[in-house]
């Protein structure tokens, strides 16, 4: 019988991840590689590990580098990567930058000297230092979620999902709105969905304006002031977890929704339809940007090229957060 990573993890009772760093002597707790050291050798998967590893000469391996994990973006996006990779007999490591750059490149660092085949980065933002490490690397690197052309990238496409939204508050004949959004610098999210937004006003968007936060919600509840002295028929947010942070502030400070203002956001977030009233959205494939991207690291590490079209899913929601004038 094939014996696999899971099975070891099962009968050490650890996780995959855990037997994957054993196996390529990572760090694992004394009491966990005893644990996973007795599987082992029971089933004398280590001498077939190796001699598979030996043979192709890849480790079955991928680093994932995300920004947060807290965040429904993250949660869905690496579902996609772990059922893609699963399914080829892939692991993966996942680190967390908590939207330190560097660190970011630091992690890119650790895992190529760890002996993944490829890796994975859902950045924010890249800069000249993620080229200049990258170019140097042997294995392929993939960027989702961002755009460079000198590097290997898969996105949404941000201006679409802003230009849908654009046109829905548009003919909802909305006018004097407030778009609360992220840094440019994050030229998908900060930039692109913005410039979108604008876009389906054609020149008609002199009452638009703008407001920057950042992705955490606490932020968000704390602009949502700023916001209200514009005072919007419509609240438009770069994600729906600023939307949600701008919502408790309404309804702490007694605004009603959709009566006195409006409100909407980008991603489709589950949490959107718990909440009162449910919120207007684009929702966005972000499983299925998942499996792309876990599919895309395996063509590139069989020396294959990227597809040149992505159709990630994009779909607009229309409930009762956003009224008609």
């Known amino acids: ?14 996780s995959k991840s855990t037997v994957s760093r054993y196996l390529n002597e990572g760090y694992v707790s004394e009491e966990n590689r005893e644990k996973i050291s007795e599987a082992i050798e029971k089933t004398g ?30 949660t869905k996006t690496l579902k996609g990567i772990s059922e893609q990779l699963e399914r080829v007999d892939y692991e993966m490591f996942i680190s967390i930058t908590n939207l330190n750059i560097d660190r970011e490149i ?3 660092k650790k895992f190529y000297l760890q002996g993944v085949d490829g890796i994975i980065v859902s950045s924010s933002i890249i800069t000249e230092k993620h080229y200049e490490i990258v170019k140097g690397l042997p294995i392929p690197v993939l960027f989702v979620g961002q755009e460079d052309d000198r590097l290997n990238c898969i996105s949404i496409d941000d201006r679409l999902a802003g230009y849908l939204l654009g046109e829905y508050i548009r003919n909802q ?15 998908a999210v900060g930039f692109e969905r913005k410039s ?10 002199h009452n638009i304006n703008f407001v920057e936060t950042d992705f955490f919600f606490q932020n968000a509840y704390k602009k949502a002031e700023k916001v ?4 919007p028929s419509a609240i438009v947010c ?15 400070n007694d605004y009603k929704i959709p009566e006195e203002v409006s409100i909407a956001g980008f991603g ?10 449910p919120l207007t959205t684009v929702a966005i494939d972000y499983r299925g940007l998942g499996k792309k991207a876990a599919k895309s690291i395996l063509n590139l590490i069989d020396d294959e090229k990227l597809e040149e079209e992505y159709n990630i899913g994009l779909k607009l929601i229309k409930r009762e957060s956003v009224r008609e004038l």
Do not use: C, Q, W
């Open 238 to 252: 770069a994600t729906d977890n600023i939307a949600i942070g701008v919502i408790r502030y309404l309804s702490e």
């Open 228 to 231: 209200m002295e514009y005072n």
């Open 1 to 14: 019988m094939k014996v696999t990573i899971k099975d070891i993890a099962e009968m050490a009772g650890v």
């Open 106 to 108: 630091e992690y890119i």
């Open 268 to 277: 489709g977030y589950d949490i959107g339809t718990a909440i009162h009233p």
């Open 173 to 187: 004949g909305h006018r004097d709105i407030v778009y609360l959004g992220v840094n440019e610098k994050d030229k």
């Open 196 to 205: 979108g937004f604008m876009e389906a006003f054609n020149e008609d968007y």
């Open 45 to 74: 998967y280590k001498t077939n590990f190796f001699a598979k590893r030996l043979k192709s000469k890849r480790s079955h391996l991928i680093g994932v580098i995300v920004p947060r994990l807290d965040s429904f973006t993250a």
